[in-house]
Protein backbone atom coordinates (compact mmCIF):
# COMPACT_ATOMS: atom_id res chain seq x y z
CA UNK A 1 0.00 0.00 0.00
CA UNK A 2 1.08 3.54 -0.59
CA UNK A 3 -0.08 6.81 -0.01
CA UNK A 4 0.85 9.96 -1.53
CA UNK A 5 2.32 11.99 1.88
CA UNK A 6 0.50 15.22 -0.10
CA UNK A 7 -1.61 17.25 1.98
CA UNK A 8 -2.15 20.06 -0.41
CA UNK A 9 -5.74 19.64 -2.22
CA UNK A 10 -7.82 22.13 -2.95
CA UNK A 11 -10.90 23.09 -4.84
CA UNK A 12 -11.53 26.39 -7.35
CA UNK A 13 -14.87 28.94 -7.25
CA UNK A 14 -15.69 27.23 -10.44
CA UNK A 15 -15.24 23.45 -9.43
CA UNK A 16 -17.18 23.92 -6.32
CA UNK A 17 -20.07 25.14 -8.53
CA UNK A 18 -20.04 22.79 -10.63
CA UNK A 19 -20.40 20.41 -7.60
CA UNK A 20 -23.47 22.22 -6.22
CA UNK A 21 -25.48 22.04 -9.68
CA UNK A 22 -24.56 18.14 -10.23
CA UNK A 23 -26.21 18.35 -6.57
CA UNK A 24 -29.07 20.47 -6.60
CA UNK A 25 -30.29 18.89 -10.31
CA UNK A 26 -28.99 21.87 -12.39
CA UNK A 27 -26.27 19.45 -14.42
CA UNK A 28 -25.85 16.32 -14.74
CA UNK A 29 -22.99 14.37 -14.73
CA UNK A 30 -19.79 15.12 -16.98
CA UNK A 31 -22.26 18.29 -17.77
CA UNK A 32 -20.59 21.46 -17.83
CA UNK A 33 -22.57 25.00 -16.67
CA UNK A 34 -23.91 27.33 -19.03
CA UNK A 35 -22.01 30.67 -18.57
CA UNK A 36 -25.29 32.04 -17.15
CA UNK A 37 -25.31 29.90 -14.44
CA UNK A 38 -21.73 30.17 -13.49
CA UNK A 39 -22.35 34.24 -13.23
CA UNK A 40 -25.18 33.64 -10.90
CA UNK A 41 -23.59 30.59 -8.61
CA UNK A 42 -20.94 32.87 -8.32
CA UNK A 43 -23.46 35.35 -6.76
CA UNK A 44 -25.22 33.40 -4.68
CA UNK A 45 -21.60 31.79 -3.52
CA UNK A 46 -20.00 35.34 -2.64
CA UNK A 47 -23.77 35.92 -0.76
CA UNK A 48 -23.20 33.05 1.19
CA UNK A 49 -19.79 32.85 2.27
CA UNK A 50 -20.03 36.88 3.44
CA UNK A 51 -23.53 35.56 5.26
CA UNK A 52 -20.87 32.76 7.48
CA UNK A 53 -19.17 35.86 8.19
CA UNK A 54 -21.58 36.35 11.57
CA UNK A 55 -20.87 32.56 12.56
CA UNK A 56 -18.07 33.47 14.92
CA UNK A 57 -14.43 33.69 14.83
CA UNK A 58 -12.58 31.02 13.18
CA UNK A 59 -8.81 30.48 13.56
CA UNK A 60 -8.25 31.03 9.89
CA UNK A 61 -9.40 34.34 9.81
CA UNK A 62 -7.82 36.01 13.27
CA UNK A 63 -5.35 38.14 12.47
CA UNK A 64 -3.23 41.03 13.89
CA UNK A 65 -3.41 44.92 13.35
CA UNK A 66 -0.83 47.40 14.53
CA UNK A 67 -1.88 51.03 14.56
CA UNK A 68 0.54 53.56 15.11
CA UNK A 69 -0.63 56.38 17.11
CA UNK A 70 -0.17 60.31 16.03
CA UNK A 71 -0.30 62.90 18.88
CA UNK A 72 -3.43 64.56 19.27
CA UNK A 73 -5.56 62.50 17.09
CA UNK A 74 -8.45 60.07 19.23
CA UNK A 75 -9.66 58.75 16.00
CA UNK A 76 -8.63 56.24 13.02
CA UNK A 77 -9.79 54.91 9.78
CA UNK A 78 -8.72 51.27 8.64
CA UNK A 79 -9.95 50.11 5.56
CA UNK A 80 -6.97 47.75 4.33
CA UNK A 81 -8.46 45.35 5.72
CA UNK A 82 -11.62 46.22 7.03
CA UNK A 83 -12.06 45.01 10.87
CA UNK A 84 -14.76 43.09 11.16
CA UNK A 85 -14.92 42.58 15.27
CA UNK A 86 -11.80 43.30 17.69
CA UNK A 87 -11.64 40.54 20.19
CA UNK A 88 -8.83 42.17 21.98
CA UNK A 89 -6.32 44.54 22.04
CA UNK A 90 -3.03 46.29 24.17
CA UNK A 91 -1.10 48.85 24.11
CA UNK A 92 2.69 48.09 23.15
CA UNK A 93 5.82 50.17 24.61
CA UNK A 94 8.36 49.77 21.44
CA UNK A 95 10.93 50.50 23.85
CA UNK A 96 10.81 47.89 26.45
CA UNK A 97 8.43 45.42 24.70
CA UNK A 98 5.73 45.61 27.40
CA UNK A 99 2.23 45.03 26.98
CA UNK A 100 -0.88 46.91 28.53
CA UNK A 101 -4.10 45.07 28.66
CA UNK A 102 -6.29 47.93 27.10
CA UNK A 103 -10.17 47.64 27.60
CA UNK A 104 -12.56 47.41 24.60
CA UNK A 105 -15.66 49.49 24.95
CA UNK A 106 -19.04 50.15 23.52
CA UNK A 107 -19.22 53.54 21.08
CA UNK A 108 -21.98 54.05 24.21
CA UNK A 109 -19.22 54.05 26.72
CA UNK A 110 -17.13 55.85 24.44
CA UNK A 111 -19.90 58.28 23.92
CA UNK A 112 -20.12 58.81 27.95
CA UNK A 113 -16.63 59.44 28.57
CA UNK A 114 -15.26 62.85 29.86
CA UNK A 115 -13.26 64.90 27.93
CA UNK A 116 -11.98 63.27 24.84
CA UNK A 117 -9.21 65.60 23.92
CA UNK A 118 -7.41 64.85 27.37
CA UNK A 119 -4.12 63.57 26.35
CA UNK A 120 -2.37 60.52 28.15
CA UNK A 121 -1.17 57.22 27.17
CA UNK A 122 -4.44 55.34 25.57
CA UNK A 123 -5.62 52.25 28.03
CA UNK A 124 -9.34 52.03 26.20
CA UNK A 125 -10.68 51.44 22.53
CA UNK A 126 -14.06 51.45 20.78
CA UNK A 127 -14.10 49.52 16.99
CA UNK A 128 -17.06 50.72 15.01
CA UNK A 129 -16.82 48.49 11.62
CA UNK A 130 -18.89 50.54 8.68
CA UNK A 131 -19.79 49.11 4.92
CA UNK A 132 -16.21 49.33 3.98
CA UNK A 133 -13.80 50.47 6.84
CA UNK A 134 -13.55 50.61 10.59
CA UNK A 135 -13.77 53.36 12.99
CA UNK A 136 -11.13 53.06 15.78
CA UNK A 137 -11.30 55.40 19.11
CA UNK A 138 -8.57 55.57 21.87
CA UNK A 139 -8.72 57.55 25.15
CA UNK A 140 -7.33 58.89 26.55
CA UNK A 141 -5.97 61.02 23.55
CA UNK A 142 -2.11 60.10 22.12
CA UNK A 143 -0.11 62.56 23.71
CA UNK A 144 3.60 63.23 21.83
CA UNK A 145 5.23 60.52 24.41
CA UNK A 146 2.82 57.99 23.45
CA UNK A 147 3.37 58.79 19.64
CA UNK A 148 6.81 58.15 19.89
CA UNK A 149 7.25 54.83 22.30
CA UNK A 150 3.96 53.22 21.80
CA UNK A 151 1.53 51.16 19.52
CA UNK A 152 -2.14 49.80 18.92
CA UNK A 153 -2.32 45.79 18.60
CA UNK A 154 -5.69 45.09 17.72
CA UNK A 155 -6.54 41.19 17.33
CA UNK A 156 -9.40 40.67 14.94
CA UNK A 157 -12.06 38.71 12.52
CA UNK A 158 -11.50 39.58 8.52
CA UNK A 159 -13.33 39.27 6.09
CA UNK A 160 -13.38 35.98 3.90
CA UNK A 161 -11.90 36.80 0.40
CA UNK A 162 -14.39 37.24 -2.76
CA UNK A 163 -14.27 34.90 -5.50
CA UNK A 164 -13.75 36.79 -8.20
CA UNK A 165 -12.49 34.54 -10.97
CA UNK A 166 -12.95 31.20 -11.86
CA UNK A 167 -9.80 29.89 -10.49
CA UNK A 168 -10.10 31.94 -7.18
CA UNK A 169 -9.73 29.47 -4.11
CA UNK A 170 -12.03 29.34 -0.83
CA UNK A 171 -10.14 30.71 2.20
CA UNK A 172 -10.98 28.00 4.01
CA UNK A 173 -9.47 25.07 5.19
CA UNK A 174 -10.03 22.42 3.10
CA UNK A 175 -12.60 20.54 5.56
CA UNK A 176 -15.03 23.08 4.70
CA UNK A 177 -14.92 22.67 1.00
CA UNK A 178 -17.78 19.89 1.19
CA UNK A 179 -19.98 22.41 3.14
CA UNK A 180 -19.33 25.27 1.11
CA UNK A 181 -20.57 22.71 -2.04
CA UNK A 182 -23.68 21.78 0.01
CA UNK A 183 -25.14 24.91 1.31
CA UNK A 184 -24.48 26.50 -2.13
CA UNK A 185 -26.41 23.48 -3.42
CA UNK A 186 -29.23 24.15 -1.42
CA UNK A 187 -29.35 27.68 -2.34
CA UNK A 188 -29.49 27.00 -5.89
CA UNK A 189 -31.90 24.11 -5.65
CA UNK A 190 -35.29 26.11 -5.93
CA UNK A 191 -34.04 27.04 -9.45
CA UNK A 192 -33.70 23.86 -10.56
CA UNK A 193 -37.07 22.42 -9.39
CA UNK A 194 -35.95 20.53 -6.75
CA UNK A 195 -38.81 19.10 -5.42
CA UNK A 196 -39.60 19.94 -1.31
CA UNK A 197 -38.49 16.87 0.41
CA UNK A 198 -35.42 16.83 -1.42
CA UNK A 199 -34.55 20.19 -0.67
CA UNK A 200 -35.44 19.60 3.19
CA UNK A 201 -32.76 16.84 3.13
CA UNK A 202 -30.28 18.96 1.22
CA UNK A 203 -30.77 21.08 3.91
CA UNK A 204 -30.03 19.08 6.64
CA UNK A 205 -27.36 17.60 5.22
CA UNK A 206 -25.60 21.20 4.36
CA UNK A 207 -26.80 22.27 8.43
CA UNK A 208 -24.60 19.30 9.34
CA UNK A 209 -21.44 19.67 6.96
CA UNK A 210 -21.25 23.13 8.70
CA UNK A 211 -21.82 22.81 12.37
CA UNK A 212 -18.49 19.93 11.81
CA UNK A 213 -16.97 22.57 10.00
CA UNK A 214 -16.98 25.27 12.48
CA UNK A 215 -16.74 22.78 15.73
CA UNK A 216 -13.28 21.86 14.27
CA UNK A 217 -12.04 25.34 13.60
CA UNK A 218 -13.01 26.71 16.87
CA UNK A 219 -10.11 27.52 19.36
CA UNK A 220 -9.09 25.03 21.69
CA UNK A 221 -8.44 26.05 25.68
CA UNK A 222 -8.02 25.06 28.94
CA UNK A 223 -11.68 24.98 31.19
CA UNK A 224 -11.51 25.91 34.85
CA UNK A 225 -14.23 25.16 37.98
CA UNK A 226 -14.96 27.32 40.73
CA UNK A 227 -16.24 26.61 43.84
CA UNK A 228 -17.89 28.68 45.84
CA UNK A 229 -18.97 28.30 49.66
CA UNK A 230 -21.08 29.97 51.57
CA UNK A 231 -20.52 31.00 55.05
Known amino acids: MTISSSYDFSTSRDELIRGALRLAGGIGEGEVPRTAQY ?15 VDGMPLWV ?3 YTLALVSGTNTYTISNPKLLKVIQ ?30 SGNPIQVVCIPNRTDTTVKVFPTPNDNSETYNEIHLVYQKPYSDFDSATDEPEFPSEYFEAI ?27 LLKTEALGFGSEEGSLFFGVTRDY
Open 181 to 207: KFNLAHRLSPEYGMTLNDRKQLLQEAI
Open 89 to 118: AWNRNTTTNIDIPMRIITRDEYNRLGNKTS
Open 39 to 53: TEAAEALNMLVKSWQ
Open 62 to 64: ISE
